[in-house]
T-cell receptor, first 115, second 114 residues
Framework: AQSVTQLGSHVSVSEGALVLLRCNYS??????LFWYVQYPNQGLQLLLK??????LVKGINGFEAEFKKSETSFHLTKPSAHMSDAAEYFC?????????????FGGGTRVLVKP | DAGVTQSPTHLIKTRGQQVTLRCSPK?????VSWYQQALGQGPQFIFQ???????QRGNFPDRFSGHQFPNYSSELNVNALLLGDSALYLC?????????????FGPGTRLTVL
């Protein structure tokens, strides 16, 4: 079974400051890892994904994440926050080549960007 | 290229009623998954349909059932609604042959049970 823990349900950053969202996973087999963003009253939009290739993954809107197997982590970063980054962010895991690819999500981190 | 679409957008039901939610996958996708997102929580996997059969199921009671049609669209049915079923229901689609298994989400259906 797999699980995901996101540290910090709320994060507040100043515009232009570093955004760091933490995600740790538990999986019995090599995982696929994802970050999704959810704007108010909308569905989930894929930011980036790790699929066992490069450990540093670049996504949309200037976000990137690094897969660290030894730490079972997949933290999301953005060097400079923008007001439009205010949203909820979800880390998710699925199992590589499992029959069915269900996603297991963390509880989410809501990002507030201060002017 | 149309993305994942869901209908209706919002729905209000009373306890004990039954509800049907609908999902059309992204063009070219053949697999549909359903998730329940309670307020303030991450989405929880309900089940996944591929080739018109339920392939995987999460920890949800039998009151939750589904169907996939030959055109890959899908329905989620919930019987005997409880107050706790109030949530955003998300549909996601993917293409079975792609090993990277990315799921693309629709905007969701907001269900309120009174």
């Amino acid at each position: 079974a797999q699980s995901v823990t996101q540290l910090g349900s709320h994060v507040s950053v100043s515009e232009g400051a570093l955004v760091l969202l933490r995600c740790n996973y538990s999986s019995s087999v090599p995982p696929y890892l994802f970050w999704y963003v959810q704007y108010p009253n909308q569905g989930l939009q894929l930011l980036l994904k790790y699929t066992s290739a490069a450990t540093l993954v670049k996504g949309i809107n200037g976000f990137e994440a690094e897969f660290k197997k030894s730490e079972t982590s997949f933290h999301l970063t953005k060097p400079s926050a923008h007001m439009s980054d205010a949203a909820e962010y979800f880390c998710a895991v699925s199992l590589i080549k499992a029959a069915g690819n269900k996603l297991t999500f963390g509880g989410g981190t809501r990002v507030l960007v201060k002017p | 290229d149309a993305g994942v679409t869901q209908s209706p957008t919002h729905l209000i039901k009373t306890r004990g009623q039954q509800v049907t939610l609908r999902c059309s996958p992204k063009s070219g996708h053949d697999t549909v998954s359903w998730y329940q997102q309670a307020l303030g929580q991450g989405p929880q996997f309900i089940f996944q349909y591929y080739e018109e059969e339920e392939r995987q199921r999460g920890n949800f009671p039998d009151r939750f059932s589904g169907h996939q049609f030959p055109n890959y669209s899908s329905e989620l049915n919930v019987n005997a609604l409880l107050l706790g079923d109030s949530a955003l229901y998300l549909c996601a689609s993917s293409f079975e042959r792609f090993s990277t298994d990315t799921q693309y989400f629709g905007p969701g259906t907001r269900l309120t049970v009174l």
